[in-house]
């Protein structure tokens, strides 16, 4: 079992910057993919960006293409998320997701999930 534990989290204004990061623990050698959702109030939840296990593969959505950057540190096992020029529609719940897949981008093969962490943009 993993647990994944978000922080970062905050109010920041449009144009500003914030860096999520999400520390796994438990069966952590079971993961291999991870990656950064979110949840808008009434919508779906949408994958933001995904990292392989070796770093080396990358996902981002095309809204955030340019702006975010996922990272992860395997000795320390956590992912970051660092999110530049923050929109007001980004508002939302973040959460960070784990899978045994070496590379994937579908929500369905992340079987561990954090609590999340509210990203209000204000503008």
């Known amino acids: 079992q993993v647990q994944l534990v978000e922080s970062g989290g905050g109010l920041v204004q449009a144009g500003g910057s914030l860096r999520l990061s999400c520390a796994a623990s438990?069966?952590?050698?079971?993961?291999?993919?991870m990656g950064w959702f979110r949840q808008a109030p009434g919508k779906e939840r949408e994958l933001v960006a995904a990292?392989?296990?070796?770093?080396?593969?990358?996902y981002y959505a095309d809204s955030v293409k340019g702006r975010f950057t996922i990272s992860r540190d395997n000795a320390k096992n956590t992912v970051y998320l660092q999110m530049n020029n923050l929109k007001p529609e980004e508002t939302a719940v973040y959460y960070c997701?784990?899978?045994?897949?070496?590379?994937?981008?579908?929500?369905?093969?992340?079987?561990?999930w954090g609590q999340g962490t509210q990203v209000t943009v204000s503008s």
């Open positions: 997701a784990a899978s045994r897949v070496i590379f994937t981008m579908r929500m369905s093969d992340f079987s561990s």
């Open positions: 438990g069966r952590t050698a079971s993961i291999y993919s």
């Open positions: 990292v392989s296990w070796s770093g080396g593969n990358t």
